[in-house]
């Protein structure tokens, strides 16, 4: 969609805008170890305090929601399968920007993207939408540190890279 824009100087401004639902802040915080039974990825978001470092007052009052509280954790048996688990968040994450399918990327690009710390953090703050990609900034620390590394999906192609 293309949007016309006003600006001080008085002139207008074309852009080329994508669709996707209202802002909402969150944090995903992904985490891979191994254990005794298998391979265990907890997946959770951040907690309030450390969501809303990210935002502010008037982001939270007028635009921002924050997510909380919720979690996953399951063990897998082989490394593959945590991955394949792990790629799929990351196809439900771009949904949510997008609101169509998207599919997971490949197992070797999760596995390179963990392969730093095993931690990963995906921060809607971090995250741009754009006419024919996603660029989804992703901190390897869990110290609430900028990302550090990105993930992309391309729209058309509907394919995932990484740097």
Not at 4 to 17: M, R, S
Not at 24 to 44: E, H, N, Q
Not at 125 to 138: L, P, Q
């Amino acid at each position: 969609m293309n949007t016309t824009t006003d600006n001080p100087n008085g002139t207008n401004l074309q852009t080329n805008c994508v669709n996707y639902p209202p802002k909402l802040d969150f944090t995903l915080c992904i985490d891979v170890t191994k254990t005794t039974a298998g391979w265990c990825v907890d997946i959770s978001s951040l907690s309030p305090c450390a969501s809303i470092s990210g935002c502010t007052l008037k982001d939270l009052l007028e635009e921002s929601a924050i997510l909380c509280g919720k979690g996953d954790s399951k063990t897998f048996g082989a490394y593959d399968d945590a991955l394949a688990h792990i790629a799929t968040v990351f196809a439900q994450y771009g949904e949510h920007f997008l609101g169509e399918r998207v599919s997971p990327p490949e197992l070797g690009l999760v596995d390179r993207l963990l392969d730093r710390t095993g931690f990963l953090s995906i921060s809607s703050a971090e995250t741009d939408v754009f006419s024919t990609f996603i660029d989804v900034g992703i901190a390897t620390s869990n110290k609430n540190e900028p990302s550090d590394i990105t993930a992309i999906y391309d729209i058309f192609s509907d394919t995932w890279h990484s740097d």
